[in-house]
C-alpha cells in the first residue's frame, strides 16, 4: 500500500511508534484508511497531530477501523457520543501501570483510537511497548516454555474481580503472524498450569520484562493530538508526574480474537489436588474453571482439596 506523497511519516523508536503529519482525519477515504491500517501494523502505535475533532468527528473516524464499543467499567461525560468514554484528571488518576488494555474480556479491543483533548504544559506523557519485542527478546527456553501456558486474566483493578477470562500467553497476531508476548502486571493474575509459588516467579518476571526500555516508546502530547494503537500487540502505561488538567477521549475498536501460538501442553495445577490455602488466586482460578466448565471430570471440590 502506497503512502500518500502529502503525508509525512517520523519513526519514533527502534521499536514502534511513528507520527504522521499531512493528513486530516475529517477529509479520510478509503485509501488514506488503509494506509493507516498498514502504517499501523509496521509501527503498532501512530499518531496524529494537530488534528482536534468534535466527538461526533471522533467517533466517524474511529467507525472506519471497526465495530465500536464504550469501556465496559469506565464511564463517558454527558453530552459525549455513546462510543467514546472520557478520562479527565489532574494531579494524577490515570492508568499508570503498564496494560494492555480489558484483557479480562474473552475478546479484547482490537484498536484503540485517542484524542488528547486537554493537556497540561508539561508531563503526562505516555508510554507504550511493543510485545513482539518482549517476545523476540526472550531465549529460546523461555520462548518454548511460555508457548506452552495461559494465564488468568481479571478486572481487579476496575473494582470488578468477578470478570475473567484466559488468554495464552504467547498469542499469534491474526493479520502480521508475528508472535506477541501477551501478560501485563495490571489485569494478569495466574499462570494457569503452575502452581501459585511458580506462577509469582515467572509472571513477576514477564511482567517486567515487557516494560524494558529498549521495547517501548515515549510520546509527548500536544492538544488535539490522536493516538491509535493495536492492542493485540502492545501495552501502555500513562505517566504519573503532572499537576493540571489532563483529558482524554477514546473510542474503542472490538473484534478481537485471541490465538495462541501454541495450544497449552499441560492441566491447569489447581486440578491436580495441590491448591494453597495462602493464595487467593488458587481458589479464583478453581472457581473460574469451575464455573466455565474447564475442569476435569474427576476434579474434586476446592474445600475438599484443601482439607487433604
Known sequence: MAIPASWTV??????????????????????????????????????LPDQSPT??????????????????NLGGADGLPPELFQLAASKGGIADEWHTDITFNESPPLMSVLHLVTCPPFGGDTMW???YAAYDGLSQPMKDLCEGLTALHDALPH????????HPVVRTHPETG???????????RRIVELSAPESEVLLNYLTRFISSERFTVRYQWRPGSIGIWDNRCTCHYVL????????????????????????SRWEPAV?????????????QLFNFLRDTGRLPGNTVGYTDLLKN
Do not use: C, W
Not at 55 to 72: C, D, M
Not at 159 to 166: D, F, L, S, T
Not at 178 to 188: D, E, G
Not at 277 to 282: C, G, M, Q
Open 55 to 72: 466527538p461526533e468527528e471522533h467517533v466517524e473516524f474511529a467507525r472506519n477501523f471497526g465495530e465500536l464499543e464504550g469501556h465496559p
Open 178 to 188: 508475528r508472535k506477541a508476548l501477551y501478560v501485563n502486571p495490571h489485569f494478569t
Open 240 to 263: 504519573n508526574d503532572f499537576e493540571g488538567e489532563r483529558v482524554i477521549q477514546r473510542a474503542t475498536v472490538m473484534g478481537d480474537r485471541v490465538e495462541a501460538a501454541a495450544p
Open 271 to 283: 486440578t491436580k489436588g495441590r491448591l494453597s490455602a495462602v493464595d487467593r488466586h488458587d481458589q
Open 129 to 131: 511497548g511493543s510485545l
Open 159 to 166: 473494582n470488578r474481580p468477578e470478570a475473567m477470562a484466559i
Open 10 to 47: 517520523k519513526r519514533l523508536a527502534g521499536a514502534l511508534g511513528a507520527e504522521i503529519s499531512g493528513f486530516d482525519i475529517r477529509n479520510a477515504t478509503e485509501s488514506d484508511i488503509n494506509a493507516l491500517r498498514q502504517l499501523l501494523l509496521q509501527h503498532l502505535v501512530i499518531f
